[in-house]
């Protein structure tokens, strides 16, 4: 099994591009999460999928970041305009339902 | 201006002992919780879980107590190993149908040699 596969594992962007993050998760798993990390606040929760749908997000910290879920084996999150206080660790993690989620090894994201 | 990061309590044990980790839930309605161990530079990597209905479950090494009068959870490592050093989360799952898992602010746990 090749785990949550995220990208991408770095990235450094200038302050008002548009990033692009990328999640496949694994095989089967009907939710997918993603999750912020920061030293100021930890790990957040930012949105989450069921069977491609999204269910909660109320953790998305304003307009300019978005998530979609075209299908069962891919999801994006999207940045735009990037900021500098959007730098962090960004994760994905998908689960079977009552299962804890499998996390991916996180896009570092560093604006500038 | 200096920077206010979380912080991070930091638990030193000596290899070969054992270690008990302390998390605080916020809800008392969650009834599903998780350990995880993040390594740096890693995503976080699953330990053991239980659910609410039980007190007690025990892994490889790992054991998680849950004390639902508290809201407290703990996670007991028996043998400390140098391989354990790491950041451990809990995390806590609201009533079946949210799936909204939330994380605790970690505990850096150190294995000294």
């Known amino acids: 099994d090749a785990g949550v596969i995220q990208s991408p594992r770095h990235e450094v962007t200038e302050m008002g591009q548009e990033v692009t993050l990328r999640c496949k998760p694994i095989?089967?798993?009907?939710?997918l999460f993603w999750y912020r990390q920061t030293m100021m606040r930890g790990l957040e929760l930012l949105i989450y999928?069921?069977?491609?749908?999204?269910?909660?997000d109320s953790g998305m910290p304003e307009d300019r970041f978005s998530a979609k879920m075209p299908n069962a084996s891919f999801s994006t999150l999207k940045i735009q305009p990037s900021e500098p206080r959007d730098s962090a660790v960004y994760f994905c993690?998908?689960?079977?339902?009552?299962?804890?989620?499998?996390f991916g090894e996180g896009s570092w994201l560093t604006v500038v | 201006g200096e920077s206010v990061g979380l912080h991070l309590p930091t638990l030193s044990v000596q290899e070969g002992d054992n270690s008990i980790i302390n998390c605080a839930y916020s809800?008392?309605?969650?009834?599903?919780f998780i350990w995880y161990k993040q390594e740096s530079g890693k995503g976080p990597q699953f330990i053991i879980d239980?659910?609410?209905?039980?007190d007690k479950r025990q892994g490889q090494r790992v054991t998680v107590l849950l004390n639902k009068t508290v809201k407290h959870l703990s996670l007991q490592i028996a043998a400390t190993q140098p391989g354990d050093s790491a950041v451990y989360f809990c995390?806590?799952?609201?009533?079946?149908?949210?799936?909204?898992?939330?994380f605790g602010t970690g505990t850096r746990l150190k294995v000294l040699a």
């Open positions: 993690a998908s689960s079977l339902v009552s299962i804890h989620p499998y």
């Open positions: 095989s089967g798993h009907d939710y």
């Open positions: 999928f069921n069977n491609n749908v999204p269910i909660d």
């Open positions: 809800n008392s309605a969650s009834d599903y």
């Open positions: 239980i659910r609410s209905n039980m």
């Open positions: 995390a806590e799952g609201f009533p079946s149908g949210t799936y909204k898992y939330i």
